[in-house]
């Protein structure tokens, strides 16, 4: 709920947006405002209701799912409204009085829309589908970015900046919003950058930072952000130091909770301008307190989570079996192999009957994965160990390397295929989305493929890296879908925004008779914290559902 009443306030900032910069750059009448205002509430407010309406009488999202489409499609053409208001208003302010120029903007929107629209239909079957999540991350991030930076900054340097030059701050800040939405790594690096600003802007106004401070300021934030490049790219280690890479990752972590911190402490500020310096003050001795946290909590040994999972086809002789599921590990430079062996220790002394591995094995930095190899050898489980690739196996062609580890180790990987297991659970593994752009040797998920020699009148337990396709599978007859990828998002803002951007972010979730697991994952990705949740261990036991 609290994630829900975060989302209804990140759709009213955007909306207020919406409506000011469209209504004030194009001179609307005044029923021309009223319409405008009167679309963005009954538009917005769609998604919430319906949600909560699922929620309220306890409706399957399956059966929910035309309205839950319909409402999510406006909602990620929101951030495209707020691109085009960005650049309206930055228009409006660069060249005042020549009109014409603003509708230049006005294309943006209906295009970005129509590239949503096209490409989300081609998996409709699926609700957590993977590039309208990824969209929305994209376009919110980066309208947050506009909309926040843009006051802050220009607050903090009112008496530096003439009208034109607020102007042509939003229009590369637009600019880098569009980049950054095609994919393009210098519009992420660009607005990374912009946050960096924004939370300087908050500091010297906040602390009225001396002339030498604020220098000194500069010096540490530019560093810093040369350090978390690597972060915003998929360069990774490319120096081949692991150690500034492990600080590079905290940096961008401990940045990433400061401006979460400061988003919140400027909306605050709309309403209580006193204070600002004790603001300021106790923000930066919690943003100390929660990164210190942050990374010792990341450093310990994943804790064992205990799940049990009722099955109806399951047989009365196998109930109990035993499923210990491992995910995200990301073995490379922020993978110590101590904690490692760890970790394959304690996984071993729960004498599992079944250890699954959905995906993200390797990472970055893995070399040859001979510093691992040793202690993944020692992973054991009556029924053998079973793997299936996520998106970072495909990444820098490290798909090869992950299949050889596996095959010298003795672990399975299932490639949109199946197998049973104890003589009646069958186990079906997917391939990653984004197996054949990446290897043309390989091929993306499929349920039907993958179920293709499993009978539904059996236990299926699918694995898929990714917490989506569970709508196909429920269908196909799976029983048990066990997945990872989102880490529980391990920092704020990054766990809100997966929290928002998934069907199924974290945690148990039931569709009828059947079930999805996602882990917060065994390991860590780039960034090495995690505040509101743990590295983990699952151990679930399957048990005959009594009718």
């Not at 750059?25 to 009167?38: E, I, P, Q, Y």
């Not at 900046?161 to 210098?186: P, W």
Request: hydrophobic share 50%; aromatic share 12%; with cysteine.
């Amino acid at each position: 709920m609290i994630p829900l009443i975060f989302s209804l306030i990140f759709l009213s900032v955007m909306n207020i947006f919406i409506y000011k910069s469209l209504s004030t750059g194009f001179n609307l009448s005044a029923v021309a405002k009223k319409v405008l205002g009167f679309s963005l509430i009954a538009a917005s407010a769609f998604y919430p209701v319906v949600y909560l309406v699922q929620l309220a009488f306890k409706i399957s999202p399956l059966a929910m799912y035309p309205l839950l489409y319909a409402g999510k499609m406006w909602i990620l053409g929101i951030p495209g409204f707020c691109t085009l208001g960005a650049l309206v208003m930055g228009l409006t302010a660069a060249f005042p009085g020549k009109r014409w120029l603003r509708l230049l903007a006005l294309p943006l929107f209906p295009a970005s829309l129509l590239y949503l629209v096209i490409i989300i239909p081609y998996r409709i079957l699926d609700p957590g589908y993977i590039w309208a999540s990824a969209a929305l991350n994209r376009w919110g991030i980066s309208f947050l970015l506009i909309f926040v930076l843009y006051k802050m900054i220009t607050g903090a340097l009112a008496s530096q900046l003439t009208q034109k030059k607020k102007g042509a701050l939003v229009l590369l800040l637009s600019l880098g919003v569009i980049s950054m939405f095609y994919g393009f790594y210098i519009g992420e690096i660009f607005l990374v950058f912009g946050f960096y600003a924004m939370v300087y802007s908050r500091i010297v106004t906040g602390l009225e930072l001396s002339k030498k401070t604020r220098r000194m300021l500069t010096v540490l934030l530019t560093i810093g952000f040369i350090l978390s490049i690597p972060q915003m790219t998929f360069w990774g280690n490319a120096l081949g130091l692991p150690l500034l890479y492990y600080v590079g990752g905290a940096w961008f972590g401990l940045m990433a909770i400061a401006v979460t911190l400061f988003f919140l402490e400027s909306i605050l500020d709309l309403v209580l301008r006193s204070f600002r310096k004790q603001r300021v003050i106790l923000l930066l001795a919690i943003l100390a307190l929660a990164g210190g946290y942050s990374l010792y909590n990341a450093l310990q040994v994943p804790v064992v989570r205990e799940l049990t999972v009722p099955i109806k086809k399951l047989p009365k002789e196998i109930s109990g079996f035993t499923i210990v599921q491992l995910s995200d590990f990301h073995l490379g430079d922020l993978v110590s192999p101590s904690w490692f062996q760890k970790t394959v220790e304690k996984i071993n002394s729960l004498e599992p009957d079944l250890v699954v591995i959905t995906g993200d094995l390797i990472d970055r930095g893995i070399g040859d994965g001979s510093r691992f190899i040793a202690s993944l050898r020692q992973l054991q489980a009556r029924c053998g160990v079973f793997a299936v690739t996520g998106n970072h196996e495909y990444y820098n062609n490290r798909l090869h390397l992950f299949l050889d580890i596996c095959r010298k180790i003795g672990i399975r990987v299932l490639r949109n295929n199946s197998v049973i297991i104890n003589n009646g659970i069958q186990l079906v593994g997917m391939n990653d989305w984004i197996a054949g752009e990446y290897d043309e040797d390989d091929y993306p998920a499929s349920v039907s493929v993958a179920m293709r020699h499993v009978d539904p009148r059996k236990p299926v337990i699918m694995l898929f890296h990714r917490p989506e396709l569970f709508a196909q599978g429920i269908r196909e007859g799976v029983d048990l879908q066990l997945s990872g990828h989102t880490h529980a998002g391990q920092i704020p803002p990054l766990d809100l925004f997966s929290y928002l951007l998934e069907d199924y972010f974290y945690g148990l979730y039931r569709e009828g008779e059947s079930y999805i697991y996602v882990t917060s994952g065994t390991g860590l990705y780039a960034i090495p914290m995690r505040l509101f949740s743990r590295n983990e261990i699952t151990r679930i036991t399957l048990v005959k559902k009594q009718v």
